[in-house]
């Protein structure tokens, strides 16, 4: 047995690096971590969730407003669109997550999470590394990297048909980026088009023209720079 | 180095790791208001009003102080219900700072608001009973009862583990399981709890170091 997590996590000596660890479990998100906002397009809520963990829902669930393109999110800005507090790099980064769509894909035209300078519900932007959905493409599991200069070259399907269900998820940011799903890698991007600058924990939702409140569920968030 | 990540402590990335959390009780907060904003815990006044603060010692924790006869007080999740009765494990460290006319339980209860036990599964040190216990009940209305283990009520620290499983609860006590339950087992989603109550005008005390709570 070790007596300490730090041994648990880190070499013998070795300093660690940044790490967050989000369970998700309690009466209220930790407001103090987290920055949980709107982009302006209806009403957003975010509430924990009092379910078990069957697929009925659990962790924290995530709400847009039930209006066109009603947006919600959650990372460590303040406003939309402001910058995150990035502490992973883009070249030696993990992030892993436990997260569920709540909806069809066709409810919103982007549910994503991952890494990403900026609290961006629709998956776009500059420095990201994220998993999504969108009801204007493939109904698959997709990623998408935004590169510094805001390309989105490496856009790709999962082999995944995107379901409500709830997905363990990593995202491993160095030379090359790889998404895996529940243990399985999905994509690994060239080395291409990759983010240049410090990233953060993020997850959004932008919804589509039916106006039906699409939601997400978060019960877990770990990342660490490598 | 033995793991890479925390998640893969206690699962691989092919599986999907369940609701799970650990609480320190390690921190600034000297109030109840103070506790809550800072923790993901509420506090609840059953009868009449606790204090609720981090303790200013070493290997000490959080305490729960009940200052009036009959006073119950308590700490859970606003009724934020994420635990199994029937596939979950609480683990917590707590200790009683009195004895006598002092009543304290910590596991899982279905409703932080009040001190029935429907839908419970709580290690007890009260005083109605000669040894620390395990005190489970159904929901509301069939017949909630108490345990006892052969550990004798007293006023040190221990290590203790409720297993809420299929067929039956566990209870261990420093590492050593000491009641195994199969009737009386709660059927509701439950979340973790803890309760301090005083039979006297004396103040009594519960302290709690350490809580971690998952689905199995």
Redesign the interface.
Known sequence: M?DS?Y??????GTVAKQ?V?E?F????L?T?RWSAIGGGNGTPTFA??????ANSG??LKVTAGAIVNGDAGLGSNDTWDGLNIRHFSPTGS?Y?D?FKNNTAVSTAKSICHGFGERIRGDSAGLNAAIFRTDSRQTLKFRVRICSGAGSQANDADTSMTADLN???Y?IECDSTYKF?I???LEYTSPTTNLPTGAMAPMSGIQGSAESTAPSYSI??V?C?NT | MAFPSVYEMTNPLTTVRKQHFWEYFSGSATSASTFEAQSRWNTSNITHTGTYAMVDEADEGFSILSSTSGARSAIGFNNIRQFSPTASVAIFDLRRMTDASHDSYAGFKFDDTNSTFYDTAVVSQASYATNIGLYTGASTGTPSNQTDSNVARDTAWHNYKIENGSANIKLSIDGVVKIIKTSERPIKKMQPFVLNSTNTSASKETRIKYFEAYNT
């Open positions: 070790t997590i041994d648990q996590l880190n070499a013998h790490r660890v369970t479990s309690g009466d209220a930790d103090d924990m969730d009092s379910y078990i963990d659990g962790g993990v892993i436990v709830w997905h363990s990593k895996s529940d243990g399985v019960k877990y770990e660490y």
